[in-house]
């Protein structure tokens, strides 16, 4: 009799298993209802669950989670929450989730325009941004947040901002545009040949470090122009973009 109840509990937990990887691999940023109930009670906010974005309170328009690459038992998460009436912007809610205690052991709380948010706007990126010996920073990107109508000569997409833990608190060291277009020629009106320039920006940590943290190089590159770098430097607060500002409105994209 034991062996048997021994043989079933075994396959019980196999299949707990094998639906959780299912879950996972179908669902790879998908927060679940304890993580959302936990952010929700830090940020004393009507969080709920996923298949409940709604109710009296507020909505929440995204959610999304990643593993850190820094512990395995930490989680990212990344929340685009309205409260009240203001229809206009939203509320970042940014945290790192220890789901071994079930606690909460930094966070971030901002804001974000509205306009252009819908599922999938939010992204969690988890490159090698590696700061310095011990920090490792990690993006949170706003994808499909100014997407051009055809009145327009361009737009942009993927505004992306780094974030490092300072204690208890998710600080933002950089915020930046990674990918841009400019468009020549009448879309309306397609009286024309319209030539469109796609911009790609990519960040990769250099050798050398200011302040206690690595140094970035910014690159922007297009297949109509030649590309252009500039390295930004950390000040002591975040990393001052002047030179790359500068390095990159020189270009003439157009």
């Not at 959610?63 to 509320?91: H, M, R």
């Not at 990690?138 to 499909?144: D, H």
């Amino acid at each position: 009799m034991q062996t048997i109840k021994t043989i079933f509990t075994g396959i019980f937990l196999l299949l707990i298993f094998f639906s959780q990887s299912a879950w996972a691999e179908n669902n790879p940023d998908r927060c679940n209802d304890r993580i959302m109930k936990t952010v929700g009670k830090h940020f004393n906010v009507d969080l709920f669950s996923e298949s409940e974005r709604m109710n009296h309170y507020g909505e929440l328009v995204e959610g999304v989670c990643k593993q850190s690459p820094q512990n395995q038992q930490w989680i990212i998460s990344a929340f685009a929450y309205g409260e009240g009436f203001d229809d206009t912007v939203k509320l970042l809610l940014l945290s790192v989730v220890d789901v071994s205690r079930n606690r909460i052991i930094a966070s971030y709380k901002g804001e974000v325009e509205k306009f252009g948010l819908r599922r999938d706007s939010l992204r969690i990126d988890t490159g090698r941004y590696n700061l310095s010996k011990t920090t490792r920073a990690f993006g949170v990107r706003l994808v499909g947040t100014n997407v051009d109508s055809c009145g327009h000569e361009g737009g942009y997409d993927h505004v992306m901002t780094l974030f490092v833990m300072e204690g208890k608190a998710l600080k933002p060291v950089l915020s930046q545009v990674m990918k841009r277009w400019y468009i020549f020629g009448d879309r309306c009106g397609r009286a024309e040949e319209i030539t469109q320039v796609d911009i790609d920006v990519s960040i990769s940590v250099e050798p050398t470090s200011t302040k206690g943290f690595a140094d970035l190089r910014l690159v922007a590159r297009s297949d109509n122009k030649k590309s252009v770098s500039a390295i930004v430097k950390y000040n002591g607060k975040n990393y001052d973009m002047t030179l790359w500002e500068e390095a990159f409105y020189s270009v003439d994209w157009w």
